[in-house]
């Protein structure tokens, strides 16, 4: 693991840790805030996608996003159109907005949309769609105009804001769950490294296994927290101090 890549990983676990002292969701919105600074974030939002009969306003779990934008954004149901949104739908994967495609000809709503967002300092950004596998769609989504995102800041970044949205919706909406079931040994250790940036095969090296039994015991670990990917399932394994940092 190079220099950069350990100060990333390190600055994501102390971030992680710190949240666990958190006890409001206020509080979450200021750790948030301070550390994704450090990545060129101004504003974030974390919320739900909503549904046909829901208002955006009525979704929203946290944000530190510039008043007059949530204002305009939530009068002109602005979510119905939002390409940003659109794409969290259909995808597991955190993108940049700038990956999230749309018409300008044929969507002018979608342009206005992403054009006055810049009015507010919100230029470029980061998303990150979130998926449970009843069919609960949210997403954190963050923004600036000069953002650091690189092949070693998004993997912090991804497991950052997962481990934010868990806190927060913990404190929201506080849970009896810890895990559908324990996590065996073997499941715990493939967890354990993949927070620290191993794939797969690294990992299957590391212990002594095959990159397919290493993929099976993460998928087994995934299933039993309600996890619909890797990151998920480290955020949540954290969260119940399944395993640790």
Request: glycine residues 6%; hydrophobic residues 40%.
């Amino acid at each position: 693991m190079s220099g950069s890549t350990f100060d990333h990983a390190t600055e994501a676990f102390d971030f992680i840790d710190s949240l666990d002292h958190l006890d409001s969701p206020g509080k979450v919105v200021e750790a948030v805030a301070k550390t994704f600074s450090l990545f060129g974030f101004e504003n974030f939002i974390i919320t739900g996608l909503p549904s046909p009969r829901e208002r955006f306003e009525q979704v929203v779990l946290l944000k530190k996003w510039p008043r007059g934008w949530f204002d305009i954004y939530a009068r002109e149901d602005y979510v119905r159109s939002d390409p940003i949104i659109r794409l969290c739908r259909n995808t597991t994967q955190p993108f940049e907005w700038s990956e999230a495609p749309y018409d300008r000809a044929g969507e002018p709503r979608a342009a206005e949309i992403m054009e006055r967002a810049t009015d507010f300092r919100m230029k470029e950004g980061f998303c990150l769609p979130i998926h449970g596998i009843n069919g609960y769609e949210a997403c954190f989504s963050m923004s600036g105009v000069d953002l650091d995102l690189s092949s070693r800041t998004k993997p912090a970044l991804h497991l950052m804001a997962m481990y934010a949205f868990e806190r927060a919706r913990e404190l929201l909406k506080p849970s009896l769950h810890a895990g559908s079931g324990l996590l065996t040994p073997r499941e715990r250790e493939a967890l354990i490294w993949a927070a620290a940036g191993k794939s797969a095969a690294d990992t299957g090296e590391i212990l002594g296994i095959t990159e397919r039994t290493v993929t099976a015991h993460i998928a087994s670990a995934c299933q039993k927290l309600d996890a619909v990917n890797k990151t998920q399932a480290v955020a949540r394994a954290l969260q119940y101090k399944l395993i640790g940092i």
